[in-house]
């Protein structure tokens, strides 16, 4: 059913990348990889674009803006040695990554390291770096938050002692001593 809906929007000829997407993340829920290529391809020679995600980080007189998968930051090594730290410190209290929200044909190894690499992960750690020891972390996502970096961010808000604020695409999220604001429901 949810192809059919799908493919009938497809047919209005939409220029919003979300029909698209749709039907690609449907197809890979159904491990249909065929399908999600052809959708992608499509996509290519409409020259329809999704929007990558991001999180916007405002330390007060600074402030930077985080793509997901981004690589390039000046501080690039500090980043990823924090992120690092902060995952062997999740693990040893039982963090195992949920990487159902990764919709690409890849090993798991893979789908974790997509995860790693998320704009909210990327602009935290950018901000437990820099930011004045015990302030508030203040984020602001495109996208919603998927819910591994939900869990993530409840455990680094527990590991660092620090609030995080999160505003993804549909609300606020508070997070504090490991619970968030939204009670688990987003």
Not at 107 to 127: C, M, N, P
Not at 130 to 153: E, F
Not at 154 to 173: C, F, G, M, P, Q
């Amino acid at each position: 059913m949810a192809v059919r809906i799908a493919d009938h929007l497809l047919n209005l000829k939409p220029e919003d990348p979300s029909s698209f997407i749709l039907l690609s993340n449907i197809y890979a829920g159904a491990g249909m990889w065929e399908n999600v290529s052809k959708v992608r391809k499509l996509m290519a020679v409409m020259e329809v674009k999704k929007e990558p995600g991001y999180s916007c980080i405002d330390l007060g007189k600074e402030g930077h803006v985080f793509y997901a998968g981004e690589t390039s930051h000046p501080m690039k090594d500090e980043i990823i040695g924090l992120m690092r730290e902060l995952d062997a410190e999740m693990r040893k209290r039982g963090y195992a990554p949920d990487t159902s929200s990764v919709l690409h044909d890849m090993d798991q190894q893979e789908k974790e390291r997509q995860l790693f690499w998320h704009s909210e992960r990327l602009a935290v750690a950018y901000g437990l770096l820099k930011a004045v020891p015990g302030t508030i972390i203040r984020i602001v996502k495109n996208l919603r938050v998927c819910g591994d970096c939900h869990t993530v961010l409840k455990l680094i808000s527990t590991i660092t002692n620090r609030e995080i604020y999160v505003r993804d695409a549909k609300r606020y999220h508070h997070f504090k001593d490991g619970n968030c604001s939204c009670n688990d429901f987003w």
